[in-house]
Every structure is written in structure tokens, then in C-alpha cells.
């Protein structure tokens, strides 16, 4: 793995306050996303690792300021980041905040960041006011809206040159599959907060209710097993529709976007072990079967180092 200093090196970087700039994002992926994080240290050119870290800790941290209190507190909070992120981006002088620096210095670099972030923008008003889908409609609308954009935050770095509709295609069903097996997954947390990503439609299509999930009912149990099931089941659909995504990029990208949809997979079936469980307890992928997915991968990298 090439060290960070020489990462930000071979970015380019070599102003003293950028550098503490992005080394603050880092700090914040290494916390909220580790195995991201390593997959990205491991698998993608190192003149890349600085951009993806600052796109991925932007994510997070909007994601943080838009998911605390009422909707009301969460709208307002969005209103005035979005306003300190436009007059950041669109000023020819970096800004104070380390956050905005690093993604402001990212935009420079990266002239598709800035159309991605204002597009991540213009969909959190959805983020930042979910209470819950009412349809299936309503969930495709909030990946359209709103999960997508977050994953462009990243997956523009990677993007073929020339024609994007393919590879964005590509990455809308990524991100479809991989939204719903993060609800499925947090489903026990989710519903203590009084929010959950399951439609009340596909509730009331199984004999549940929210407040079953909520009180976490016994009686409810074999229901949500099924419910789960078919859950997961359009979750592998939707990503089996993302196999070739790989193929649209740079080789030396390929190795990452690989092991990002063969991680989607392994939580998938983590999901699908708990079934019904997921009311008591999260599921994620198991950790010696993420490693082997990353040593392969890291294999296939060194070929392109």
C-alpha cells in the first residue's frame, strides 16, 4: 500500500494546508467507513486515493448534519451547508473549513466534482425529510434522488472518458441494490428510530405493521423472514445488472469496482442468513470472506502499480 504522504504527493499536493486538510477527510473515512477505506488504499491509483477521501468524508458529513433532529432541524441544517458549499466552490480563494477545502481543491482537480456535488445537493431535500416509503415508486424515487448522486460523488472519479450513460446505468443499479441491502441490514436500528426503508406497501403485503418491527414482536417473526427473503431477492436482481460495470472503466479502476459489488454480494447473503433476525441484530458480510475479496483484488491491482 502506498503511504498517504506520497498519495497526496503523486496528487499533487504539496501545499502544507491542503495536505492537513485532506488528512483530516481521511481521518473521518478511516473512522465511519474503515473497509472503504482500506478497499480504496488498496485497489485504486495512488493519485486518486486524496479525491476519493475527500468526495467520501463530504458524503458523510452532509449525511451527518441532515440525519440528527425533526425534519424541520434536518432541512435547516441542509439549507445552510448547501449555501456554504456553493459559495465555497464557486470562490477562486480556498475556504477556512477543512472539509470544504479539500473537496474545493478536489473540484480543481476533478472538474466533474463540482456538477456531482451540486447534484448530491439537490437531491438530500429527500434525505434530509424521509420519514419512510409509502411504495416500491417512492424507494426507486429516493435512489434516483438522492443515492445515486452520493455514490457519483466517487464513482465520477473512476468514469470512462466519452459516453456516461452506460456506466451511470451501471452504477444506478449498483446503488439500487446495494440502498436496499443497507435497509435490510439496519433494520433493527432503523426502526427504533421510527424510520425504515422496508415500503409500508410490502408490509401490508406480508401481515406487518411499523409497530411490529418497532416493539420487535415474536409474532411477526416468520412474516418478516419472508419479507426479508424478497427483499434480498430484488436486491441480487438488481445487481446482477451491474456485473459488466467494471468493463466500462480504466483497468487499473477494475480491481476496485469489483470488489465493491463482490462486497455487495456477501452482505446480501449475511442478510439472508438473518431473515427475521435482522429485527434483533445487523447484518454484515463476514470478515474473513471480505479479506479474501480484497486479496484478490489487491492481486489483480499490483499488476497495473
Known sequence: MTGWPT????????????????????????RFALHEYVAVRLLLPAELHPAVVAAVAYMHTTDELIDTGDVEARTAALAAWDAETTNALESSEPPDRESLLALWDTARRHPRMAARVRAFLDGAPVEASWTG??????????VDSYSLPALMLTASLLAPAGSQEAYVTGCRALIDGWQRCDFLAD????????????????????????????????ACALALDRLVRAQADLAEATLAQCRELPALVAAEHRPFLDALIAVQDLRLRAVRREGGGLLRRGASPAVPATLRVLARQYRMARRFA
Open 7 to 30: 498519495a497526496l504527493t503523486k496528487a499533487g499536493i504539496t501545499d502544507p494546508r491542503l495536505r492537513r486538510a485532506y488528512d483530516a477527510q481521511r481521518g473521518i473515512v478511516r
Open 133 to 142: 416509503f409509502e411504495t416500491e415508486a417512492d424507494f426507486q424515487a429516493y
Open 187 to 218: 433494520l433493527a436500528e432503523d426502526a427504533e428510530s421510527g424510520r425504515i426503508g422496508i415500503p409500508e406497501d410490502e408490509l401490508t403485503r406480508y401481515g406487518l405493521k411499523f409497530e411490529d418491527l418497532r416493539s420487535r414482536s415474536a
